[in-house]
């Protein structure tokens, strides 16, 4: 689980003016960590307009469409924080978690990220921290560091 998330998919002072901006980044920093071609990068946006992402506390979670799978080439996610929050379907998102999954795994991935940001200490950690492997940890273990 711990290669889900890799250093280079941490960015920490993203400027986005929009939604689909941000999902923009959050697709591009997956298409150069070679885990998806540029067509699911695509299909991350196709979905936010069907049903958008922002879960609330300042996150959302992109991802794309089920018929996008096919051109996801192994799970990962990525984590963009933004220097200023962007405003989405109303409310301020501060954080994207971009997801790519090949297979169900994404629905477990789902779950696992709304309960930890459900956690205000970890969402909060999220938001502040700058030490990347700490949002690495956070992240791929769904617990808050020792």
């Known amino acids: 689980m711990a290669d889900l998330l890799q250093q280079a998919g941490i960015t920490l002072d993203a400027t986005a003016s929009s939604p689909e901006e941000a999902v923009g980044i959050c697709g591009q920093l997956l298409v150069d960590l070679g885990a998806v071609s540029p067509d699911y990068a695509e299909a991350m ?3 936010e307009q069907i049903f958008p992402s ?18 996801v080439l192994f799970d990962q996610l990525v984590f963009v ?6 405003m989405w379907e109303g409310e301020e998102v501060r954080a994207c978690v971009g ?11 789902l779950g696992n990220l709304a309960e930890l940001l459900l956690d205000d200490d970890a969402r909060e950690l999220l938001l502040t921290t700058t030490d990347p492997e700490t949002i690495r940890e956070v992240l791929t273990t769904g617990r808050m560091p020792s």
């Not at 996150?59 to 096919?70: C, K, L, N, Y």
């Open 45 to 47: 946006w196709e979905r």
């Open 54 to 71: 922002a879960i609330g506390g300042g996150f959302a979670i992109p991802h794309g469409t089920d018929e996008s799978r096919v051109h």
């Open 81 to 86: 924080r933004f220097t200023e929050p962007v």
């Open 99 to 109: 997801i790519a999954s090949a297979g169900d795994g994404h629905v477990e991935l």
